[in-house]
């Protein structure tokens, strides 16, 4: 069975350092595609990025940027310059092909100190 | 107006009781899912549907039904709550076609059985 696993439960940084956030899979599919969400003190689940594994470029998305290693089995999650806005938990997911189904972990808790 | 839209939003109830939570959605989705989610485990997938005729048992669904009444709703039923299934609980959608894409989640059940 497919396995995420976010071993930071939580990390606290000051405001304006650089931050990330580690996500490790396990799976014997050759396609699957991976998720990060964001879910902030009010509750509500917000989607960041979809990858799929046969896409292996970097992204970047204003400050944040994620980077996808099949070698390492890793989908690492990297917040530039963090803002107290950034508190909340992320959650990295992953659905193999054919399952339709989303695999959480267990969620990372981002503390951001002013 | 919400895309996928939770009813209530916080429900306290008594051990025993027989308690509905409702998720409706507006986005034509086919796929329509119920996750609980605890502190330091993450989400779980309880039940989810395919379409009106199809239902199929997730990770925890032991304590759980669901009926989903139209492609647009999707219900989940605790017959006799107990306090462990006290959590925050979700819906979510995602198109019948194409595997790649994210879930749309709604804004969370806060359930309380004491």
């Known amino acids: 069975a497919q396995k995420v696993t976010q071993a930071q439960t939580e990390i606290s940084v000051v405001e304006k350092e650089d931050v990330t956030l580690d996500c490790v899979y396990e799976?014997?599919?050759?396609?699957?595609?991976l998720f990060w969400y964001k879910q902030p003190p009010s509750g509500e689940l917000v989607f960041l990025i979809r990858?799929?594994?046969?896409?292996?470029q970097n992204e970047i998305s204003g400050r944040y940027s994620w980077n996808f290693q099949k070698s390492t089995s890793s989908f690492n999650f990297t917040i530039t310059a963090s803002q107290v806005v950034d508190s909340a938990v992320y959650f990295c997911a992953y659905s193999g092909a054919g399952s339709y189904q989303l695999t959480f972990g267990k969620g990372t808790k981002l503390s951001v100190i002013p | 107006d919400a895309d996928v839209t939770q009813t209530p939003r916080n429900r306290i109830t008594k051990t025993g009781k027989r308690i509905m939570l409702e998720c409706s959605q507006t986005k034509g989705h086919d796929r329509m899912y119920w996750y609980r989610q605890d502190p330091g485990l993450g989400l779980r997938l309880i039940y989810y549907s395919f379409d009106v005729k199809d239902i199929n048992k997730g990770e925890i669904s032991d304590g759980y039904s669901v009926s989903r009444q139209a492609q647009a709703k999707f219900s989940l039923s605790l017959e006799s709550a107990i306090p462990n299934q006290t959590a925050l609980y979700f819906c979510?959608?995602?198109?019948?076609?194409?595997?790649?894409?994210?879930?749309?989640f709604g804004q969370g059940t806060r359930l309380t059985v004491v």
């Open positions: 799976t014997r599919d050759t396609t699957y595609y």
């Open positions: 990858r799929n594994s046969f896409d292996e």
């Open positions: 979510a959608t995602k198109p019948g076609t194409g595997l790649n894409t994210e879930a749309f």
